[in-house]
């Protein structure tokens, strides 16, 4: 395991007086969020990304405002974050061997203390429960796998997670070997899907009106659809559409709330189906929801999510000009939040392979654009830019 040092306050000061920020190994949060539970805590979060990446330190008592971070300090002590974490690491984290140390950064000249955890890189991957050990729920649990990407974490599944892990590796595999390794499933080994059980719930949906109770059943109806079939392998029938339409419909009343979370679970739901939809279907979900999801897109009071992201892309069927547009709008417009946590959600990939012109045109548009930056001293403006085109070396 190698060593992960842990960084004094002066070191902590300097690196954002010289506007370094964060990194594949260093996250700063301004406090512990201790109201969120499990995956949502973006604590547990990213101190499970860096275990799954190289380790690192994540820093609480530092905010960020426009382009600067400050050291805002906490009133937490050492001992009470080395609890809690311990904690929700128990409940939420599998397997057991999740090493962090928590540590004390303070200046008593400035009198302001921040709290630094040390993690550590394991000889094994971690993922979060969604549903913690303690849970009353009988269903399954799903598990997410978070992934230091950058200076940002994104989650995975667990199909997501093996190919981000295993694909350099696999480029040199043969046809055959790859079959071998990672072979197609087939039906047997396919997770069994309930048509009936799905129907009944989504009947319940439509009858209770208690909020708490819908929201389990939302919840609920999360899990279930991560056992839809996928249409390309076992063909979406007549009596799978008709309880899917019924969902989205109910859906469809319900993203207009103002609850986030809601909102986000919805997005959620709807991205799970369209992975997995017949043509028929996802035409269904482009009537109804297309336009929606424009709207929440450049909503500037709603933040952009990875399956709002995700969404609109496959709804308009990645569409080049599209994709380009998306492209250059996350370059241009979006805050700072934004693209930082969701630019890799943009699919470049999709959008540059196989095709020379479409390469040669961002590149062309990216290099002018932080030329530009260079020559106005514009460091956020160039940072985005260089980013993107790290990107695209990394798909062409």
């Known amino acids: ?139 399954k649990t799903s598990y997410y796998f978070p992934m230091r990407i950058g200076s940002s974490t994104q989650l995975l599944d667990s199909f997501n997670f093996i190919k981000n892990i295993f694909s350099s590796w696999a480029m040199g595999l043969s046809g055959i070997s790859k079959q071998e390794i990672f072979p197609r499933p087939t039906p047997r080994e396919k997770r069994e899907f309930n048509l009936e059980y799905f129907k009944m719930r989504i009947a319940e949906l439509g009858e209770i009106k208690e909020e708490n109770t819908r929201r389990m059943l939302v919840e609920e109806l999360r899990d279930i659809l991560t056992n839809l079939p996928f249409d390309h392998l076992n063909p979406w029938t007549e009596s799978l559409r008709k309880p899917v339409y ?37 035409k269904e979900i482009e009537r109804g929801f297309l336009n929606i999801l424009e709207e929440l897109y450049v909503d500037t009071k709603i933040g952009k999510t990875s399956d709002l992201i995700h969404l609109l892309q496959i709804l308009h069927h990645y569409d080049p000009d599209y994709m380009k547009k998306m492209i250059k709008d996350a370059l241009e417009n979006w805050d700072i939040n934004d693209f930082t946590n969701r630019h890799n959600d943009i699919e470049i990939g999709k959008y540059l392979s196989g095709h020379a012109d479409r390469i040669k045109g961002l590149r062309l548009y990216v290099l002018n654009k932080i030329e530009i930056a260079r020559k106005t001293q514009n460091h956020q403006m160039r940072e985005r830019y260089e980013t993107v085109y790290n990107r695209i070396r990394s798909v062409v």
């Open 1 to 139: 395991m190698a060593e992960i040092g842990r960084l004094t306050f002066k070191q902590l000061e300097r690196r954002l007086k010289t506007r370094l920020g964060e990194d594949e190994r260093l996250e700063f949060k301004p406090h512990l969020f201790e109201n969120k539970k499990g995956i949502k805590n973006p604590i547990l979060k990213n101190v499970v990304a860096l275990a799954n990446a190289h380790g690192g330190n994540l820093i609480i008592g530092v905010i960020r405002q426009n382009q600067d971070w400050i050291i805002t300090g906490t009133s937490l002590d050492r001992e009470s974050v080395n609890n809690w974490l311990s904690q929700i690491v128990y409940e939420y984290v599998e397997p057991d061997g999740l090493s962090f140390e928590t540590y004390t950064i303070e200046s008593a000249e400035k009198n302001l203390k921040c709290i630094g955890i040390v993690v550590h890189k394991e000889s094994r991957y971690f993922a979060v429960r969604y549903s913690g050990r303690s849970s009353r729920k009988e269903s």
């Open 246 to 282: 019924e969902l989205t419909d109910i859906l469809k009343k319900e993203i207009a709330t103002n609850d986030s979370g809601l909102r986000n679970r919805i997005l959620d739901m709807l991205q799970i189906i369209a992975k997995r939809a017949d043509d028929k279907t996802l």
